[in-house]
């Protein structure tokens, strides 16, 4: 490779750019002593190194410009420094190390020892030196051609209160999908394909939360073990979208597979929003392997314990986090998130475990620099944005905390409906908090419903169909003694463990799905279905499949529930039709001047009286009525029209006995009709009337909702 023409270069932007003439690398190392710039050629056996020194040095920034490299280029880089692990430097110039700004990676790791900066098996092992060379392990960054033709695309821009989340893995979705062509299933392209594309259409839903895209690897405990790092929670290039999802090819194709993606989604206005994973990097502890962060400067990227800057800060299990203390560290994920929505045009992104980012020390702050950058930040603080509000250290459970323009994952939602549904005692109140947004967590902070992210289920857990159908998980297929995954699952009393031919406990099951998807679609907040619950997918009672690329993982597209499917299609269509379901304010209650008129929310017990104070404080109170005035709702339409909608009476029963509701007494209607009853498989939208005081029966652990008809 002809390297004789070398220029200066700029030392921004960082990564490679091709400017139609050449490209420029930048990469920033703050403590190395010497970067050198590895061009590749060839593969395998073939494979032909061209190292360029990278005399350059500009604010902490080695940068070089190569005139006439085209995109396609394979490279990484090779840094200089001391190897001082108990000063926090690990610089092993013998491995080659992608660009922390890549924005394409060419494929997956060759597990090797190579790939370890340290002797392993060695006593202390992280404190010797290994002089194995990585490079050919280890995949290329490689350099993209950023154009594309975009068109008249534009972001869907759905208001949040109107949003549908599907939680979505990229190649679970489509890979078992017989209508797809074989090589575009569990692709880019496979999501972007007409028949998946009409799925999403016709389910309803308008946002995808695509599991992570970034690229990742597999751990090598993993691979020894014939498994794969399936959820992709290991992120190793935060600009680059992850290889294997793409049908077209690994060499910067994967780039344009992803924006076609997108293009397509948006056509049929349907949001893409990412899940990010900014916690920590795929190198994790000091045992790890070093192939990009560690090796171009552990001590700047990494956040170290004071006390002993061999070991690594690790607020997420994973063994590392990065250094958001570091301008530069903080620069980096500025940058990624923002390419990803000027660049790739994604709509927002949900922050794994985001409580990590909020750490300016050891406390998690509201206030803290990863914050404030976002929030000032004119590109993406116009996008959605969505915490996972934990993480595993100390304080980091932080529901409810995050600063305006956040919504969240509202775990306490989750834990509130299974409770209540399977029975539990002292559920009433807070189930009713949750129904209506959880004006508790995010009132005070001048937040709206739609700062709420409800879910039942999400990937890291058990499925809908298996939340009611196992007492306990059934991990074994993990290769770790069923160890791994939450302990156990809370028993919902269906009768039996797992799969079962008796009747009555299918009916139970199906019945308790129904409720939960019911709940999810009436509460007031941002509804959030795990891809594949609304068609009973099983994943045989293993709650933490994070390691099973496989049927277990994959949507079942050909054997499924299919009253099910028709049931959570009618009630995401039903809400979308209903503004009652998804108001953009809180709820103000029955107006204090008139304490019998029907405000805009009223609460009913069984015999058709209004709850008292002793009622909700009752701890065994397991029914209720819920009264929703649509002719309440506190906001006009997008040209200004005043919102008007139909009024709604919602039952819901979850003892374990049948009972029998009054309607509310006359003054709040007279004549109703039963919309749904989740005893029965499918929605009848025009059921059995009820005029006058008029008292119709609630088979147990069951709901119904009633519309007002005059």
Same mark, same amino acid.
């Given at each position: 490779?002809?390297?004789?023409?070398?220029?200066?270069?700029?030392?921004?932007?960082?990564?490679?750019?091709?400017?139609?003439?050449?490209?420029?690398?930048?990469?920033?190392?703050?403590?190395?002593?010497?970067?050198?710039?590895?061009? =590749?050629?060839?593969?395998? !056996?073939?494979?032909?190194?061209?190292?360029?020194?990278?005399?350059?040095?500009?604010?902490?920034?080695?940068?070089?410009?190569?005139?006439?490299?085209?995109?396609?280029?394979?490279?990484?880089?090779?840094?200089?420094?001391?190897?001082? +692990?108990?000063?926090?430097?690990?610089?092993?110039?013998?491995?080659?190390?992608?660009?922390?700004?890549?924005?394409?990676?060419?494929?997956?790791?060759?597990?090797?020892?190579?790939?370890?900066?340290?002797?392993?098996?060695?006593?202390?092992?992280?404190?010797?030196?290994?002089?194995?060379?990585?490079?050919?392990?280890?995949?290329?960054?490689?350099?993209?051609?950023?154009?594309? /033709?975009?068109?008249?695309?534009?972001?869907?821009?759905?208001?949040?209160?109107?949003?549908?989340?599907?939680?979505?893995?990229?190649?679970?979705?489509?890979?078992?999908?017989?209508?797809?062509?074989?090589?575009?299933?569990?692709?880019?392209?496979?999501?972007?394909?007409?028949?998946?594309?009409?799925?999403?259409?016709?389910?309803?839903?308008?946002?995808?939360?695509?599991?992570?895209?970034?690229?990742?690897?597999?751990?090598?405990?993993? /691979?020894? @073990?014939?498994?794969?790092?399936?959820?992709?929670?290991?992120?190793?290039?935060?600009?680059?979208?992850?290889?294997?999802?793409?049908?077209?090819?690994?060499?910067?194709?994967? /780039?344009?597979? =992803?924006?076609?993606?997108?293009?397509?989604?948006?056509?049929?206005?349907?949001?893409?929003?990412?899940?990010?994973?900014?916690?920590?990097?795929?190198?994790?502890?000091?045992?790890?392997?070093?192939?990009?962060?560690?090796?171009?400067?552990?001590?700047?990227?990494?956040?170290?314990?004071?006390?002993?800057?061999?070991?690594?800060?690790?607020?997420?299990?994973?063994?590392?986090? +990065?250094?958001?203390?570091?301008?530069?560290?903080?620069?980096?994920?500025?940058?990624?998130?923002?390419?990803?929505?000027?660049?790739?045009?994604?709509?927002?992104?949900? =922050?794994?475990?985001?409580?990590?980012?909020?750490?300016?020390?050891?406390?998690?702050?509201?206030?803290?620099?990863?914050?404030?950058?976002?929030? !000032?930040?004119?590109?993406?603080?116009?996008? @959605?944005?969505?915490?996972?509000? $934990?993480?595993?250290?100390?304080?980091?459970?932080?529901?409810?905390?995050?600063?305006?323009?956040?919504?969240?994952?509202?775990?306490?939602?989750?834990?509130?409906?299974?409770?209540?549904?399977?029975?539990?005692?002292?559920?009433?109140?807070?189930?009713?908090?949750?129904?209506?947004?959880?004006?508790?967590?995010?009132?005070?902070?001048?937040?709206?419903?739609?700062?709420?992210?409800?879910?039942?289920?999400?990937?890291?857990?058990?499925?809908?169909?298996?939340?009611?159908?196992?007492?306990?998980?059934?991990?074994?297929?993990?290769?770790?003694?069923?160890?791994?995954?939450?302990?156990?699952?809370?028993?919902?009393?269906?009768?039996?463990?797992?799969?079962?031919?008796?009747?009555?406990?299918?009916?139970?099951?199906?019945?308790?799905?129904?409720?939960?998807?019911?709940?999810?679609?009436?509460?007031?907040?941002?509804?959030?279905?795990?891809?594949?619950?609304?068609?009973?997918?099983?994943?045989?009672?293993?709650?933490?499949?994070?390691?099973?690329?496989?049927?277990?993982?994959?949507?079942? $597209?050909?054997?499924?529930?299919?009253?099910?499917?028709?049931?959570?299609?009618?009630?995401?269509?039903?809400?979308?039709?209903?503004?009652?379901?998804?108001?953009?304010?809180?709820?103000?209650?029955?107006?204090?001047?008139?304490?019998?008129?029907?405000?805009?929310?009223?609460?009913?017990?069984?015999?058709?009286? !209004?709850?008292?104070?002793?009622?909700?404080?009752?701890?065994?109170?397991?029914?209720?009525?819920?009264?929703?005035?649509?002719?309440?709702?506190?906001?006009?339409?997008?040209?200004?029209?005043?919102?008007?909608?139909?009024?709604?009476?919602?039952?819901?029963?979850?003892?374990?006995?049948?009972?029998?509701?009054?309607?509310?007494?006359?003054?709040?209607?007279?004549?109703?009709? !039963?919309?749904?009853?989740?005893?029965?498989?499918?929605?009848?939208?025009?059921? +059995?009337?009820?005029?006058?005081?008029?008292?119709?029966?609630?088979?147990?652990?069951?709901?119904?909702?009633?519309?007002?008809?005059?």
């Amino acid at each position: 490779m002809d390297v004789s023409h070398i220029w200066p270069g700029q030392p921004y932007p960082l990564g490679a750019t091709w400017d139609g003439e050449g490209v420029n690398f930048a990469i920033y190392s703050e403590n190395a002593t010497k970067v050198e710039l590895c061009l =590749f050629e060839g593969g395998g !056996q073939d494979l032909r190194e061209t190292r360029v020194a990278m005399t350059e040095y500009t604010d902490q920034v080695h940068h070089v410009y190569l005139p006439d490299l085209q995109p396609g280029q394979m490279y990484g880089y090779r840094v200089h420094g001391p190897f001082e +692990p108990e000063n926090g430097h690990r610089f092993n110039p013998h491995k080659l190390l992608l660009d922390p700004y890549a924005k394409s990676i060419g494929g997956p790791i060759d597990w090797s020892d190579a790939l370890f900066a340290y002797e392993i098996g060695a006593e202390d092992a992280d404190l010797t030196f290994n002089d194995m060379d990585s490079a050919s392990y280890m995949p290329k960054s490689i350099v993209i051609d950023p154009s594309f /033709v975009w068109g008249d695309d534009k972001p869907p821009r759905i208001p949040r209160h109107e949003m549908i989340v599907y939680e979505v893995h990229v190649k679970g979705f489509t890979k078992l999908c017989p209508e797809i062509p074989e090589h575009e299933r569990g692709t880019y392209e496979g999501l972007a394909h007409p028949t998946a594309v009409a799925y999403l259409k016709s389910l309803g839903v308008n946002a995808v939360e695509l599991m992570p895209v970034h690229h990742f690897i597999h751990d090598r405990h993993l /691979v020894d @073990k014939g498994l794969r790092n399936y959820w992709g929670y290991n992120s190793i290039g935060f600009f680059a979208p992850h290889s294997a999802y793409s049908s077209a090819g690994v060499y910067g194709q994967q /780039v344009q597979e =992803f924006k076609s993606m997108v293009k397509t989604l948006h056509a049929e206005g349907i949001e893409v929003i990412l899940d990010v994973v900014y916690n920590h990097t795929a190198e994790g502890s000091e045992r790890g392997p070093t192939l990009c962060f560690r090796g171009v400067d552990n001590a700047a990227y990494y956040r170290l314990v004071d006390e002993d800057k061999r070991y690594y800060m690790d607020f997420t299990g994973c063994g590392n986090s +990065p250094n958001v203390n570091n301008p530069r560290v903080l620069q980096l994920m500025m940058d990624s998130l923002r390419y990803w929505v000027l660049e790739m045009h994604v709509d927002g992104f949900r =922050f794994d475990l985001a409580s990590v980012m909020a750490r300016e020390l050891y406390e998690v702050d509201q206030l803290s620099a990863f914050f404030d950058i976002i929030h !000032q930040d004119p590109v993406l603080s116009q996008v @959605k944005l969505i915490a996972e509000p $934990w993480d595993v250290g100390e304080g980091g459970y932080q529901v409810g905390n995050f600063p305006p323009l956040w919504s969240e994952w509202n775990g306490k939602y989750r834990d509130t409906m299974r409770d209540f549904w399977r029975g539990d005692d002292e559920t009433l109140p807070e189930f009713a908090y949750r129904f209506t947004g959880s004006s508790d967590l995010y009132q005070s902070s001048a937040k709206n419903p739609s700062a709420s992210i409800n879910f039942i289920t999400a990937h890291d857990g058990f499925t809908l169909r298996d939340l009611v159908s196992y007492n306990e998980k059934h991990n074994e297929a993990n290769g770790s003694d069923n160890d791994d995954g939450e302990s156990h699952n809370r028993s919902w009393n269906c009768g039996a463990e797992g799969p079962t031919d008796d009747p009555e406990i299918n009916a139970l099951r199906s019945r308790q799905q129904r409720n939960l998807l019911a709940t999810l679609f009436l509460s007031q907040g941002v509804p959030m279905l795990l891809h594949g619950d609304e068609m009973g997918r099983t994943k045989n009672g293993n709650n933490n499949t994070y390691c099973q690329d496989n049927e277990w993982s994959w949507m079942q $597209w050909e054997d499924h529930d299919k009253d099910l499917l028709e049931f959570t299609r009618w009630l995401i269509h039903f809400r979308k039709q209903h503004p009652v379901f998804r108001r953009r304010r809180w709820f103000q209650g029955q107006p204090i001047y008139c304490p019998n008129c029907a405000g805009d929310i009223n609460w009913f017990r069984a015999d058709g009286e !209004q709850m008292s104070e002793d009622d909700w404080n009752s701890g065994f109170a397991k029914s209720l009525g819920i009264f929703l005035n649509g002719e309440a709702i506190p906001f006009p339409g997008p040209r200004g029209e005043r919102i008007v909608d139909q009024t709604f009476y919602i039952i819901i029963n979850a003892c374990h006995d049948p009972l029998t509701f009054k309607l509310p007494p006359k003054e709040w209607g007279t004549h109703w009709r !039963q919309v749904f009853d989740t005893t029965q498989a499918v929605p009848h939208e025009n059921g +059995p009337p009820c005029e006058g005081d008029c008292e119709v029966p609630i088979e147990a652990r069951s709901m119904a909702l009633w519309r007002k008809e005059g």
